[in-house]
């Protein structure tokens, strides 16, 4: 998404849900029970064992933000906390790997379902390497979520 788009995004979002909701900012310490929403500049990884944030252009990449990089660098972590990956509408792949990376270290996974996502690519392809995630339409997904939290 657009990063002139977000700020509109974050605010309608955050107006229908339960939990607390805000855009990602440079250097922020994610906390459990929130939800963040990144930017095409924003990058998230493991550091001191706290998922922090940096925003910044990430070239050597194919998708930025890089969810197979987060997924990746949380996939260890399954055998120590709950893990549930989650692969929404989407073009292309990103991601499918990571979610792959996580269910096989015990972490759960879901995907959204042909009917409900605007483009399947994502979620296909997620679907096609872990085929044991849970496919499911966008409103069972918010259910899930909240049952995990």
């Keep these: 998404?657009?990063?002139?788009?977000?700020?509109?995004?974050?605010?309608?979002?955050?107006?229908?849900?339960p939990l607390p909701l805000q855009q990602l900012a440079d250097g922020e310490v994610l906390q459990r029970g929130n939800v963040y929403i990144c930017s095409s500049l924003?990058?998230?990884?493991?550091k001191?064992?706290?998922?922090?944030?940096?925003?910044?252009?990430?070239?050597?990449?194919?998708?930025?933000?890089?969810i197979?990089?987060?997924f990746f660098s949380i996939a260890p972590l399954c055998q120590e906390v709950e893990v549930l990956s989650?692969?929404?509408?989407?073009?292309?792949?990103?991601?499918?790997a990571g979610m792959q990376a996580i269910?096989?270290?015990?972490g759960r996974a879901l995907t959204e379902?042909?009917?409900?996502?605007i483009v399947f690519g994502m979620p296909c392809r997620a679907k096609e390497l872990v085929p044991e995630a849970k496919d499911l339409h966008l409103d069972g997904i918010i259910d899930e979520i909240q049952r995990f939290v």
């Design 68 to 70: 197979d990089k987060l």
């Design 1 to 17: 998404m657009d990063n002139q788009y977000i700020p509109s995004f974050v605010k309608r979002l955050a107006s229908v849900s």
């Design 86 to 96: 989650i692969i929404l509408t989407g073009i292309g792949s990103d991601g499918a």
């Design 113 to 117: 379902s042909c009917e409900s996502a």
């Design 103 to 106: 269910a096989q270290n015990g």
């Design 42 to 46: 924003c990058m998230l990884h493991f």
């Design 48 to 66: 001191n064992g706290m998922l922090q944030s940096s925003i910044r252009q990430n070239g050597a990449l194919d998708y930025n933000p890089n």
